[in-house]
């Protein structure tokens, strides 16, 4: 069996998706928070398992029989190290015989603030000796996309990362790729991934292309750090998330979330899904 953590989040779900594209819902298990919320996933017959990263006696149960686990990290940032460190102890005891975890681009090594999680959970994956894959996924098309409606609306794109560029690709595209390395015949066991899109772009050039795209006059407005961390507090942003996505903005500047290994797109079988497309795909759905 294979079972995925966060089946409830956008990422988990889409990894689900794709896992039914290719084996028998009864051998997919969905480990989530709140049950009663996936009765969605339980009628496509995956099993439903309550596990709480924070409860981690609900875990060793939620294990019993999987063969892989994908452990999607917690969108809890600043927690994320000690819940995950749970997850690994449960599997050291469980009938796992391959973890994969999703990590972020270059963790062992980048200077963004959200890599220090990731790499102590990276760390606590190899120091158990648990046979492991990591997925170091690149920034999310949606991290753009979603704030679509308030671009529009404002006319402006803000940012700090200048002329840094953002190697992403959509969450689907991750999530195939999750897929393809869980039901691999072939072991992926002892290796790291660094998943990125094939297309990048800089702030600007995603401005220039909303622009184009929605036919409206939108602007690029370069902030400094501080002034950016402010603007996400001033939009109800808690102030620790506001100095992280502030951070990630400065640390693109840097090349921190640029990667062109092409990972992503051997592991999925085709090109990734360009920021133009989903900016495409974002302003067809605000039309409806």
């Known amino acids: ?39 969605d996933l339980a009628k496509l017959g995956v099993q439903v398992r309550h596990a709480d990263y924070n409860q981690p006696k609900t875990l060793a149960p939620a294990l019993e029989g999987v063969e892989k686990l994908l452990l999607i990290s917690s969108s809890e940032v600043g927690q994320r190290a000690a819940q995950h460190q749970a997850v690994i102890e449960a599997v050291k005891n469980s009938s796992v015989n391959l973890l994969a ?10 200077a963004l603030i959200l890599a ?10 190899h120091a158990a000796n648990i046979p492991a ?10 991290n753009f996309s979603q704030n679509l409606a308030g671009v529009l609306q404002s006319g402006v794109v803000a940012g700090a990362a200048q002329d840094g560029q ?60 501080e002034d950016l961390t402010q603007a996400f507090i001033s939009h109800g942003l808690p102030e620790d998330l506001a100095v992280v996505l502030a951070d990630s903005d400065v640390q693109a500047q840097e090349g921190w979330l640029f990667d062109d290994s092409g ?26």
Not at 1 to 29: P, W
Not at 116 to 125: F, G
């Open 101 to 110: 975890y999703t990590s972020i681009l270059k963790a062992d090594s980048s």
């Open 263 to 288: 990972d992503l797109p051997t592991l999925i079988g085709r090109n990734t899904t360009s920021m133009s497309q989903s900016i495409k795909e974002a302003l067809e759905l605000a039309a409806i």
């Open 133 to 142: 894959v990591i997925l170091r996924n690149g920034w999310y098309n949606e």
């Open 1 to 39: 069996m294979i079972a995925v953590t966060g089946a409830n989040g956008q990422l988990g779900k889409l990894v689900i998706k794709s896992l039914l594209e290719k084996t028998d819902a009864s051998s997919i298990v969905a480990l989530v928070r709140s049950p009663d919320k996936a009765q």
């Open 166 to 225: 953002f190697s992403s690709a959509s969450r689907a595209d991750y999530a195939q790729a999750a897929a393809n390395v869980l039901t691999s015949p072939q072991s992926p066991a002892g290796k790291v991934y660094e998943l990125a899109g094939d297309y990048s772009f800089s702030q600007q050039e995603y401005a220039d292309d909303v622009s184009k795209q929605s036919k409206q006059a939108i602007q690029y407005l370069a902030l400094s750090e």
């Open 116 to 125: 220090q999680e990731h790499k102590l959970t990276e760390q606590a994956i």
